[in-house]
């Protein structure tokens, strides 16, 4: 079973560390190389996210998402 809800808090997570790698990256003048993998499996764990629940995502439901994930891996 496809878990959405995690899916795309990873997705964010890994999106959202890939972003200081970029700047870095064109700050020392070097390819971002690993700084885009990590975007594009950043983005490919969202998009499959929004494919797989039916409905998809609004950016409202968001912050409840990361909460239901952060409850499911804290034992509440």
Same mark, same amino acid.
Request: charged residues 10%; positive net charge.
């Given at each position: ?14 999106? $959202?560390? &890939? ?14 190389? +690993?700084?885009? !993998? /990590?975007?594009?499996?950043?983005g490919?764990?969202?998009?499959? $996210?929004m &494919? ?14 990361? +909460?239901?994930? !952060? /409850? ?5």
């Open positions: 079973m496809l878990d959405s809800d995690l899916f795309l808090v990873l997705g964010i997570l890994v999106s $959202a560390f &890939a972003i200081p790698a970029v700047l870095s990256a064109f700050a020392d003048s070097r390819p971002p190389r +690993a700084a885009a !993998l /990590a975007v594009l499996v950043g490919g764990l969202i998009l499959l $996210a &494919a797989t629940k039916p409905g998809g995502y609004t950016p409202g439901q968001i912050p409840e998402t990361f +909460a239901r994930i !952060l /409850a499911r891996f804290l034992g509440h």
